[in-house]
């Protein structure tokens, strides 16, 4: 029954994963840089996930911050490059936790959760075989040795008479499947619980979820995301899309004959979360996480794509061709002075430390001075705030609809001319928090201001719907132009016209 | 092609061990992170995300809500000669998030116990760098708005077929808080705020718009007065005893 976890494949989906893993974290990482002491050192102004618990990490001072964070960067440089590979994924690891979790406010979200599992599942593949420094180290190393080298450094079932075709083929090891495994699990339950999450809220259904998400200024949207707010019909559809798409991929990325199409789906859905709201790095990096679905079947047909030959990985996989390797390649350098490895690791930390003595000077040349830090609020400001004057009925109101028909938190239908003694059906969507009822007063005018009809209704604060349906048959209205007014609180909140027609 | 021989049936003795061993351990490994998203995925469809701070790490619940407006949050000190000072977010603090690039971290961060050190931080360090005109007390306040004047002008135009007011309002989020000579916070209805400052409300007394008036009306005529200032401010409206001993203290 274990034995599909225990089975091997080829590395490269997992060099996939680890590349694009070190950029997208590489780049949102290097994004708070500049923010490194205000964020994370006791310097600052650490706000932690878990503030009084034993998931609250120690905050350091400015300068160790500087140095972890500039430790972090350079693991996840080397998680792209390839370099000490495996040390560089767990390292990513314990840092991006330990600094996250000192800073719910700017970096620790959910998807950063996402790219913690990702990094600790990879650091089990042989995703270093291929397309790393580790590989190309370990390549150059084997080309300049002999028989006994090769098995020592890993590839000990390489016979005596075909070692030097084996390293032909690289004598890459295969990568365990399990690590992937999990990560695809990771991800059906990350569609799984977005699911139970969306289920939950009544309000998604009608598109009021995605709309006022859109609206909010911390996780919404440009430009087409703030038009997409602007369409209730186009809300609603793209909710329930979106809880299909979900539960589809939960169960079709799993299965043979779907998994490409709900790939180039995912990519697409998230590519779509991406453009239309501000979330961060979350569409990179479940894109990225997507990739545990990607098998060496869907690169050779991308290498096939861009006409380009490469080792046949799912033939070595399944045992067609001799299997070059079941060991890893060692990470340990070969012992002389000179090797690359060496010189690298100096090169490195010279740079990387000069880089951060500069980094940390210039952070604490940029503080400001304690005189500068808090700045006196001015006048009109303290004013208002203290005089904290309620808002505006008319600003609880979000959205007026009128129509012929009434359906789930939506009017369809005519909505700008009825025909005689029909009802006109209005719906009003409320915002804002609001601590009392609110007296409304439904009114029909006539286009000379006349008052036809009105009626009294309490919207308790726990509702954020109203709807009222005036019927114009009763008593028989003429044709013409005509209006409704919401009023609450004595003041005119909402008004929209609509006309009769014989 | 010569034939390579597994290494599984070549290895044996200690090797063979060592190979069981680590198999054991990617068994357990996987169990145990199977075990924990199942786990806490069935925590989760029962309604129960948040058993354990370990749940996060399991739990995927994006998007579990949403607000309806706008809100930039400010906490204010007010120092013991009148003035009103912005202690946070503080000018040093300069990353800001969302789509305007402007959003500070407490807007961000609603934990009323971050919110907590963050005052008492800040409140310690200030009367350090002032000490003759220390925070004597703290408001929180939060500017808001609804959330649909965040759209663009002519998208607002097309759906309400009228220009964006841009109104913005304010409320008081927390209720007063005191500060001693450290800067701890001594109020014991802050510490009671634990689970969400939006239901920690001003007390009634201090939402008392006569008073709000009264500040309105006097507080410039105050600044110029140290000994009047503090004992309307203190003494009659805010009701609260640790500020009867601001009397008679120097400036």
């Known amino acids: 029954m274990t034995a599909p976890l225990f089975a091997r494949e080829s590395p490269r989906p997992a060099a996939v994963m680890r590349i694009g893993l070190g950029l997208v974290l590489l780049w949102d990482a290097a994004a708070r840089w500049p923010h490194v002491v205000e964020l994370y050192s006791a310097d600052g102004l650490p706000l932690p996930l878990f503030p009084g618990t034993a998931f609250e990490p120690p905050a350091l001072p400015a300068t160790w911050a500087a140095v972890l964070y500039a430790l972090l960067l350079y693991s996840l440089a080397g998680v792209v490059l390839g370099w000490q590979t495996r040390a560089s994924l767990l390292i990513a690891f314990a840092l991006s936790a330990w600094l996250g979790l000192l800073d719910a406010a700017g970096t620790f979200k959910k998807y950063s959760v996402i790219g913690l599992h990702l990094l600790v599942l990879l650091s089990f593949t042989q995703s270093h075989a291929v397309w790393s420094v580790d590989a190309w180290h370990w390549r150059r190393r084997n080309r300049r040795t002999d028989f006994q080298s090769v098995r020592r450094t890993g590839c000990r079932s390489v016979s005596r008479t075909d070692w030097k075709s084996v390293l032909r083929v690289n004598c890459t090891p295969l990568s365990p499947c399990w690590p992937r495994f999990l990560a695809r699990v990771m991800i059906s339950a990350v569609y799984l619980g977005a699911v139970v999450t969306k289920l939950r809220l009544t309000d998604f259904a009608n598109g009021d979820l995605l709309m006022f998400s859109l609206l909010d200024e911390r996780w919404g949207g440009g430009r087409f995301g703030m038009w997409l707010a602007t369409q209730p019909r186009l809300l609603v559809l793209a909710s329930f899309a979106t809880i299909l798409f979900e539960i589809a991929a939960t169960v079709l990325l799993w299965v043979p004959q779907t998994r490409r199409t709900m790939l180039v789906l995912a990519i697409g859905f998230h590519a779509s979360i991406g453009v239309a709201l501000h979330v961060g790095i979350f569409s990179p990096l479940m894109i990225v996480a997507l990739l545990a679905f990607l098998r060496e079947s869907d690169l050779a047909a991308l290498s096939r794509a861009f006409r380009r030959r490469g080792t046949d990985w799912e033939s070595v996989a399944v045992g067609r061709i001799s299997n070059p390797s079941v060991g890893p390649p060692t990470d340990r350098p070969a012992g002389r002075i000179g090797n690359p490895s060496y010189v690298s690791l100096i090169l490195f930390l010279c740079t990387g430390g000069v880089w951060t003595a500069f980094v940390c000077v210039q952070q604490a040349a940029s503080r400001p001075a304690a005189t500068d830090r808090w700045s006196e609020v001015d006048e009109q400001t303290s004013t208002d705030f203290l005089a904290s004057l309620p808002p505006r009925v008319e600003d609880y109101f979000h959205r007026i609809e009128i129509g012929s028909r009434t359906g789930y938190r939506q009017v369809f239908g005519e909505h700008e001319s009825f025909p005689r003694g029909s009802t006109v059906h209005v719906m009003v969507r409320t915002a804002m928090q609001r601590q009392k009822p609110l007296t409304l007063h439904w009114v029909l005018r006539d286009a000379a201001g006349n008052e036809l009809q009105r009626h009294e209704r309490t919207l308790h604060p726990a509702f954020s719907y109203v709807s009222f349906a005036f019927q114009t048959s009763r008593p028989p209205l003429p044709a013409g132009e005509y209006e409704i007014l919401l009023e609450a609180e004595g003041n005119v909140a909402v008004r929209k016209s609509f006309r009769l027609r014989e | ?251």
């Open chain 2, 1 to 251: 092609m010569s034939t390579l021989t597994p290494v599984e049936r070549r290895d044996a003795g200690l090797n063979g061990i060592l190979r069981w061993i680590g198999r054991a351990g990617v068994l357990l490994f996987c169990t145990a992170y199977l075990f924990a998203t199942a786990w806490f995925g069935v925590r989760h469809v029962l309604g129960d995300s948040l058993s354990h701070p370990g749940a996060y790490f399991f739990t995927w619940d994006m998007f579990p809500g949403y607000v309806t407006e706008t809100s930039r949050r400010m906490v204010v000190g007010h120092t013991w000669d009148g003035r009103f000072v912005k202690l946070l977010p503080e000018n040093s603090h300069r990353f800001r998030w969302g789509i305007h690039n402007d959003v500070s971290r407490v807007d961000i961060d609603r934990n009323p116990r971050n919110l907590e050190r963050a005052i008492e931080r800040s409140v310690g360090e200030y009367n350090r760098a002032h000490a003759k005109s220390p925070i004597e007390s703290v408001l929180v306040v939060e500017q808001y708005w609804p959330s649909r004047f965040n759209l663009p002008d002519d998208l607002y135009r097309q759906s309400y077929g009228e220009a964006n007011p841009r109104r913005r309002y304010w409320r008081f989020i927390d209720v007063p808080i005191d500060i001693d000579a450290v800067g701890r916070i001594s109020n014991p209805s802050v510490q009671q705020c634990r689970i969400s400052n939006d239901e920690c409300r001003m007390n009634d007394e201090f939402r008392n718009p006569n008073y709000v008036s009264t500040i309105r009306h006097s507080e410039f005529v105050i600044r110029s007065s140290f000994g009047y200032r503090h004992s309307s401010f203190a003494h009659g409206r805010i009701g609260n005893p640790s500020y009867g001993s601001l009397e008679g203290r120097a400036p």
